[in-house]
């Protein structure tokens, strides 16, 4: 498990403290006073206000009808974007102000629901205060604060949400079991409010999440993605991944993952935990670096060393070709987890490439070989170095200190070799077109094997990164290919 932190400062539940909220969503309240309905500001809109976290989804419940009051929110305050869900009594549109800018609002009625054990689509009934807030997924989310003009700022908190976010901790309105079977997704959200928030799911969420894990296979796998990148893109993603892992639900997910952990010791040798040396990594990625694909890339680097992994007595454990085979498991991955295709070459590059610069840490680097990897890592030379530095995870201070050292050698080299510029984002001097036509050939794999020797003398630096160097190399190349041949 990752280290503990500490709990989040605690404050004082008063009008005062509250910070300020759009003008408007009172001019909302002051519409509902005239419609003579009753108007809240719900769930996660209200926690990050408590909070003072930054927050764009806004949400207003509305006891009574909210569709005919949605279009009298959007007449009255000239919304715009205006989206209306009849069938499920919910509005959405966009509004802005001078202070705060623009918004989108959603507007509903408050409703209880009732899910069939073998269906992930409720039953929608209208209903109370009451029974909107109990069928929220954590008690911090069911909240309320009034908009109406009587009870303005007023803080409804039947399941004393606000206590939990004092102590941060995760605990649901109702039973657990009952909360997630209503919705399996929440214990997906489980997961990623804990690693937002650093708050803790108490021992009875835990336990309902670990005996009911299989529920998550009725839920939609776009919807569990959504809350899967989430977690990834979270401050601390590991508190996240650790409670997916132990309550089961990264093996029903991503078995290849959940696959990494433990220990095997054969003649007193053992192996690192390589899932929570993965976990780390996205950590350390984390901490430097926003891109959710490299934190993707991080998780995924060494999905293959189970299936690669073997024991030899002179050597000890090995995971040869775990590199070459991973980008396998993250082609499975990516389709299963209907991720989108684009980021898919990258990350399999990261996977692929992310043990090259090591050994360029330990030995004398040669130009040519620093070449071969701005080559091979192109415009995302720079991200790999990043995974490569998070990927060191040594307890031992010294070891850590050295092999950084050694990575500082390496960016130096890069820095120093004159083709970088034109290497990160490689482009071969001339093209296949460029043979072609330069020594009338057609298409075909002689046209292929003088590129790619052209390539390499550049990489290696047997020539110039220069356009008539390699015309001129090919030339030489192709006369020394025709008397070999004896033409």
Known sequence: MPPEQPLHTTFAMTLSSLPAIPSLLYRIGDLADKSGIECYLVGGYVRDMLMQRPCSDIDIMVIGEPVAFAKTVHDELHGRNFVLFERFRTAQLELSDAVHGSFKVELVGARKESYNNDSRKPVTLIGTLDDDLSRRDFTINALALSLNRERRNQIIDHFHGVDDINAGILRTPLDPEKTFSDDPLRMMRTARFAAQLNFK??????????SMCERIKIVSMERVSQEFLKIMLSPRPSIGLAILYETGLLKELMPEVAAMAGIEQVDGMGHKDTLFHTFKVVDNVAATSGNLWLRIAALLHDIAKPATKRFAKSTGWTFHGHDAVG???????????????????????MVRLHHRPIPLSKDEISDSAVRRLMFDAGEDLQDLMT??????????????????????????KIAEVGEKDQLAKWRPPISGEDIMLTLGLPEGKTVGMIKKRMENAVIDGLIAYDRDVALDYIRQLYREMMDDFGC
């Open 201 to 210: 799911p108490l021992p009875e969420v835990v336990d309902a999440m670990t």
């Open 327 to 349: 980008i396998k498991f993250v082609s499975k991955i990516f389709r299963y987890m209907r991720w989108p295709h684009d980021p898919l070459d990258y990350v399999q590059k």
């Open 387 to 412: 995974l490569c530095k998070a990927d060191v995870t040594s307890k031992n201070p010294k070891k850590v200190q050295q092999i950084m050292k050694n990575f500082t050698l390496v960016e130096a």
